[in-house]
């Protein structure tokens, strides 16, 4: 894999890590700028998600989605089709209240 041959060399600088990325750019679209969902319980967390998705991509349906784990941060990889068919992966960073 071309990533994992530039990192092995030290020729590709390590991503940002969440805190050095601005709310303005936390779109979602990738885990660097995984959207940071605050709450402290699932329930909320959820909603929150939800209504962030709404708000956005309104007319989007929810295709799939999974959690996954890296550096000590969690989050819900969520996956939409738009309605012109194409498909949006976005992250949402959980660490806030996954697990408890």
């Not at 991503?15 to 990738?30: F, L």
């Not at 885990?31 to 991509?57: F, L």
């Not at 989605?65 to 068919?85: K, M």
Request: hydrophobic residues 45%; negative net charge; proline residues 5%.
């Amino acid at each position: 894999m071309a990533v994992a041959a530039l990192l092995a060399c030290g020729c590709a600088a390590a991503p940002p890590t969440a805190s050095a990325v601005s709310t303005a750019e936390r779109d979602g679209t990738s885990m660097e700028r995984a959207v940071a969902i605050m709450e402290s319980t699932e329930p909320a967390g959820v909603r929150a998600q939800k209504a962030w998705i709404a708000e956005r991509y309104p007319a989007a349906r929810k295709k799939l989605s999974g959690i996954q784990s890296e550096n000590g941060r969690h989050y819900d990889v969520v996956v939409l089709v738009l309605p012109d068919g194409t498909e949006k992966t976005l992250y949402f960073d959980i660490t806030a209240y996954f697990g408890f």
